[in-house]
Nanobody, 128 residues
Framework: QLQLVESGGGLVQPGGSLRLSCLAS????????IGWFRQAPGKEREGVSC????????NYADSVKGRFTISRDNAKKTVYLQMSSLKPEDTAVYYC?????????????????????WGQGTLVTVSS
């Protein structure tokens, strides 16, 4: 059974960068589409970016386009989220999760398309 653990969160100043990692265990990562999601205090969980199993199909939420980059290294069983030009509104707990393949279609990287249990997440705080 695929298990995912997020890491890499922390406190960063506005305009700074962070790279989050999503490490898989229990199964090979090769066949699964993976998404990054976030939940800010008092808000609903939202999709940030999703990537297909091969890495050939990627989408981003409008709020992070041009600032965040998702990638994957199946040999290392890891999916990354490189975050740059961070803003205070990016403050949230970030989660990675296995998603249905349709989640890589623009607009469909949403929590409804998560097909496994959520992990613990990693907290990103953007503040001066």
């Amino acid at each position: 059974q695929l298990q995912l653990v997020e890491s890499g969160g922390g406190l960063v100043q506005p305009g700074g960068s962070l790279r989050l990692s999503c490490l898989a265990s229990g199964s090979t990562l090769d066949y699964f589409a993976i998404g990054w999601f976030r939940q800010a205090p008092g808000k609903e969980r939202e999709g940030v970016s999703c990537i297909s199993a091969s890495g050939s199909s990627i989408n981003y939420a409008d709020s992070v386009k041009g600032r965040f980059t998702i990638s994957r290294d199946n040999a290392k069983k890891t999916v990354y989220l490189q975050m740059s030009s961070l803003k205070p509104e990016d403050t949230a707990v970030y989660y990675c999760a296995r998603v249905a393949p349709r989640a890589t279609v623009q607009g469909l990287c949403v929590p409804h398309n998560v097909v496994d249990a959520w992990g613990q997440g990693t907290l990103v705080t953007v503040s001066s």
